[in-house]
């Protein structure tokens, strides 16, 4: 039994979501965790290593954020053409009469 | 961080709340979506960091639960190393833990500059100069001069008392150590490189002060460098790259201090206080003459302060060389210092015990240049009484080899007539008489000592000539003219080359006295009147159908009479006018004997 297409829908759901995930990790607290590391907290060999593991984290929940946005664009491009294809195959009256 | 690590526990609790909350914040990040599955990745790894390595440390740091490689600790303030630590640790209350990692980077920081700066003004430095601290703060310091926002961070906690305690404390360890070399005749190998880290951190700290004058204009490095020991002050110095007046002007003050602080009875192995100044204003271009100038009235800390004496010397010399002095100033320092060297030869008695064995023929280096001055006819340039320029220059040819040192002086005694004639604006007029005078005084000094051998009597020419060389370039015949060449001349290179610029064999110089000085004006007349009819022939005032000026004959007994007669007899058969008034005004500027004749009569009655 074949696997039905997404509609379009359920394409535009899901790059909505993907945008609401990265929308929220762009604002949790672990994006800002190396302001509260610095040299005024702490000092020492072990708290630079510290500093150095959140601003690579940082690093990474941007990159991860940048991922999201464009799966999510992927997704919407695909809505579209799923939406042009559906139109072409059932026309509609509205598709022919103003 | 040298295996310590430091935090402030509000900061730390704060920093651990946000952590907690973070994680819990990225475990509720959850999607069943395929296309999220990568991001999500990135975003499980960061929790992961954070529960396990970061969140547990900060707990334990807080409840006080002791880690294995984090145990509680407390930091000595006078621990250099450390010292950024230790100023949080006792000004700010943060606690101090080990830390089993090392720190990859060596920079200072700005607040680790500050921290240094606290640690060196508040703790006895006499406790903290470890080896491996001395070559810590050798690397710290230089990364702080490197940088001037580390330089003023460095000195806004550094007090006076803080330089005077490390610089003293420094200069004590480094006296030892080359008092060490001396004894032993080498270091090993730490404490050559303890030695090392010293002579950087002066440098360094140097440099420091060095970069605040540079960017502060009003900074005055004279405050600090006021109460610490002068040998330390002079390290200091040595680096910071002082005016030649202000480098004088503290090189003064701390040789003084030297000598009547009781330091100088600690420093006697290796270069002292006076011998570091004394290099330093060697190398500063001007500084010889004005720190000289300084001292004319205390000869004593010229001579007699420095370890080294050819050091000393050689200063001296720099400072008083025509080039860099004026006749008016040597007339202010040359004198006194010939005065005090004739004292203290005659004393027999130096600031260390000891007389200077080199300082009779230093002497002679030292009036070389300013010959001159103490001829009678230039008396008044130094304000000296006719007779007292000759005595006084006597006064000092006490040792055995005084004239030959002399003579191994001629090149500066032609380089000072050279200056002088040079300076004087009528240079033909001047070239001519101060010739004329130094060749007498020449004369005046030889016949002091008896002439008895015809290696003194070549002596006595070797100057004479030179002296006349040095005329003949200055004369408007041509800048570069020397015995022998140009047109009129080569009849005279002739003759001097075929019988020699001196007498060769003792019975050569049998008529010594007088005869050396005769033949020696009459050549040098000769040469000028040689040189200025070539001139005279090349512009036209006289024809070049004219027959040349005679030639002293080195075979009578009176080669000046000779000269004089044919000379006379030339100008009369010539008939030369104008020209040959000049040249008769050059042969009876020259070649004279009554000058010379005059000082010997001096001399010898005293």
């Avoid at chain 1, 510290?50 to 941007?62: F, G, V």
């Amino acid at each position: 039994m074949p696997i039905p297409s997404p509609t379009v829908q359920e394409l535009l759901q899901r790059a909505h979501a993907l945008r609401r995930l990265a929308h929220d990790i762009e604002r949790c607290d672990a994006m800002l965790l190396y302001r509260g590391a610095g040299i005024d907290t702490w000092i020492g060999a072990t708290p630079q290593r510290c500093l150095d593991d959140l601003l690579m984290a940082r690093t990474l929940l941007i990159r991860a954020t940048d991922l999201l946005r464009r799966n999510a664009v992927t997704l919407e491009q695909r809505a579209v053409q799923a939406g042009i294809a559906e139109r072409l195959a059932v026309p509609t009256t509205s598709t022919f009469v103003r | 961080m040298n295996g310590f690590m430091g935090y402030d526990s509000d900061r730390v609790a704060r920093l651990r709340t946000t952590m907690h909350h973070a994680e819990f914040e990225l475990d509720g990040f959850r999607s069943s979506d395929t296309e999220a599955g990568t991001a999500l990745s990135d975003v499980r790894r960061v929790q992961r960091m954070l529960r396990e390595s970061w969140l547990p440390l900060l707990d334990s740091l807080l409840v006080c639960k002791t880690l294995t490689n984090y145990r509680p600790t407390r930091l000595e303030t006078s621990e250099l190393t450390t010292s950024r630590l230790g100023v949080l640790e006792h000004t700010y209350g943060w606690s101090i833990v080990t830390d089993p990692l090392t720190s990859a980077s060596n920079a200072i920081t700005i607040d680790q500059a500050q921290a240094l700066g606290w640690t060196l003004s508040h703790v006895d430095v006499k406790t903290l100069i470890s080896d491996h601290e001395l070559a810590w703060l050798a690397m710290a310091l230089t990364a702080i001069a490197k940088r001037p926002a580390l330089v003023d961070a460095f000195l806004v906690n550094m007090t006076n008392d803080g330089w005077t305690r490390l610089c003293n404390q420094l200069g004590d360890g480094r006296i030892a150590l080359v008092a060490l070399k001396t004894v032993d005749g080498q270091l090993n190998s730490t404490e050559l490189a303890r030695l090392a880290d010293i002579d950087s951190i002066f440098r360094q700290l140097g440099a420091v002060l060095f970069d605040e004058r540079r960017r502060h204009r009003s900074a005055d490095a004279a405050p600090v460098l006021a109460t610490m020991n002068p040998y330390a002050a002079a390290m200091i110095v040595q680096t910071l790259q002082l005016s030649a007046s202000e480098l004088a002007a503290v090189s003064v003050t701390l040789i003084r201090r030297y000598r009547t602080g009781g330091w100088a009875d600690v420093q006697r192995a290796g270069p002292g206080t006076a011998d570091i100044l004394m290099q330093t204003m060697i190398h500063t271009p001007g500084a010889p003459a004005v720190f000289v100038s300084r001292t004319a009235h205390d000869p004593a800390l010229l001579f007699d302060s420095a370890h080294s004496s050819a050091l000393a010397q050689a200063l001296i010399a720099l400072g008083t060389n025509p080039a860099n002095m004026t006749t008016a100033t040597a007339g202010a320092v040359i004198p006194d210092m010939v005065r005090y060297i004739r004292d203290s030869y005659n004393s027999n008695v130096g600031f260390y015990g000891r007389q200077d064995p080199t300082i009779g023929l230093f002497a002679v280096d030292l009036v070389a240049p300013w010959l001159l001055q103490f001829a009678p006819s230039h008396a008044s340039d130094w304000s000296l009484s006719s007779s007292e320029g000759p005595r006084l220059l006597a006064s000092v040819m006490i040792e055995p080899s005084a004239f030959s040192r002399l003579v191994t002086q001629r090149a500066a005694i032609a380089a000072g007539l050279s200056h002088r004639i040079a300076s004087s604006g009528d240079m033909a007029r001047h070239s001519v008489e101060d010739l004329a005078a130094m060749l007498a005084l020449i004369d005046t000094l030889a016949r002091q000592r008896t002439v008895d051998h015809t290696h003194d009597a070549q002596q006595v020419w070797d100057i004479g000539f030179s002296v006349i060389d040095a005329s003949l370039s200055l004369l408007p015949a041509g800048g570069a003219a020397q015995i022998g060449s140009g047109v009129a001349l080569a009849g005279l290179r002739q003759v001097l080359v075929s019988n020699g610029l001196a007498p060769r064999s003792a019975a050569a110089v049998a008529h010594e006295t007088l005869y050396v000085l005769d033949w020696q004006t009459t050549v040098a007349a000769a040469a000028v009147i040689c040189a200025t009819f070539d001139h005279m022939v090349s512009n036209g005032r006289i024809t070049a159908m004219t027959p040349p000026p005679p030639l002293p004959d080195p075979g009578v007994a009176d080669p000046g009479a000779q000269f004089s007669v044919a000379f006379s007899a030339w100008l009369d058969v010539c008939a030369l006018g104008q020209a040959g008034l000049e040249l008769d005004a050059i042969k009876q500027t020259i070649a004279s004997t009554h000058e010379a004749e005059r000082n010997a009569v001096d001399l010898a009655t005293g």
